[in-house]
């Protein structure tokens, strides 16, 4: 089993930046692709980046490209989420989740193809 805490949310003006955290227990982290979604009020979870296991390769969403930045650290079993010029567009709860995968050929940005994840961190931008 994996075990996922993310940290580093809060309330911040537009334009400001916030770095998240996702702390996975465990001794294999290296073997899973980490991915990060958003969830706001009322809305479907969406995919916002995604980074395999070497962290050599990562993906983002058209919405958080250029603003957003994801990196892992696997000797820490961490991976992070720098995001940069927020948007009140940007509200929302972030998680993180992972994926036992192989190989880094492929970026998985559903949902359904994560099994672990975490209990999520809120991030507000004010106007």
């Known amino acids: 089993q994996v075990q996922l805490v993310e940290s580093g949310g809060g309330l911040v003006q537009a334009g400001g930046s916030l770095r998240l955290s996702c702390a996975a227990s465990g001794r294999t982290f290296s073997s899973y692709t980490m991915g990060w979604f958003r969830q706001a009020p009322g809305k479907e979870r969406e995919f916002v980046a995604i980074?395999?296991?070497?962290?050599?390769?990562?993906y983002y969403a058209d919405s958080v490209k250029g603003r957003f930045n994801t990196s892992r650290d696997n000797a820490k079993n961490t991976v992070y989420l720098q995001m940069n010029s927020l948007k009140p567009e940007d509200t929302a709860v972030y998680y993180c989740?992972?994926?036992?995968?192989?190989?880094?050929?492929?970026?998985?940005?559903?949902?359904?193809?994560?099994?672990?994840w975490g209990q999520g961190t809120q991030v507000t931008v004010s106007s």
């Open positions: 989740a992972a994926r036992l995968s192989f190989n880094d050929r492929y970026f998985y940005i559903r949902e359904d193809e994560y099994r672990y």
């Open positions: 980074i395999v296991r070497s962290g050599d390769s990562k």
